[in-house]
């Protein structure tokens, strides 16, 4: 049987599926931020969709691949969540995500991934930062350490 690893897209735009199939995380309820989108989570649950937390050991190796891909400042705690539980059931799930973060974290995961109301993205990418001002290019912040300008996320290369 395959299971659907429900992030809050499936709620938000609905999603025609059996949520007998659906396996979500408690912090999938807390975006919920139109009634609709709530009501459809709540009637889920009723009908059989299942709410688990997810394993902390393979949340902190999302949280350690995400830093390598730079999507880490990118991801929520609820984003993380989604990805760590579709990693346990990896072989036999489909991630359901418009986060295009996420599905970029799925792809090295080796998570299949299914988008519910964008476009699926091409690539894999690695991230980085460019300097706004002098643009020196940097791993990681949000200020130039050289000249104290904003730094910008910018596509690094592609994995």
Do not use: H
């Not at 659906?22 to 912090?27: E, H, K």
């Not at 309820?29 to 709540?42: D, G, P, T, V, Y």
């Not at 799925?106 to 993205?121: T, Y």
């Not at 940097?138 to 904003?150: I, L, N, Q, Y």
């Amino acid at each position: 049987m395959t299971f659907y690893i429900t992030d809050s897209a499936v709620f938000i735009y609905g999603y025609d599926g059996n949520p007998s199939q659906f396996i979500t995380v408690p912090t999938v309820r807390n975006e919920m931020k139109s009634q609709e989108a709530l009501m459809r989570f709540e009637i889920a649950c009723e009908t059989g969709a299942r709410v688990e937390q997810p394993d902390p050991d393979i949340r902190k190796k999302v949280v350690s691949l995400a830093k390598e891909t730079r999507d880490v400042e990118e991801l929520s705690d609820t984003d993380i969540d989604i990805l760590a539980k579709a990693f346990e059931y990896k072989d036999d799930s489909v991630l359901l995500t418009d986060d295009y973060a996420v599905q970029n974290v799925a792809s090295v995961l080796g998570i299949e991934f299914k988008p519910i109301a964008q476009k699926k993205i091409r690539d894999v990418l690695v991230w980085g930062k460019k300097c706004t001002a002098c643009r020196r290019k940097f791993d990681e912040g949000e200020e130039c350490p050289v000249c104290g300008s904003p730094l910008k996320k910018v596509r690094k290369r592609k994995l």
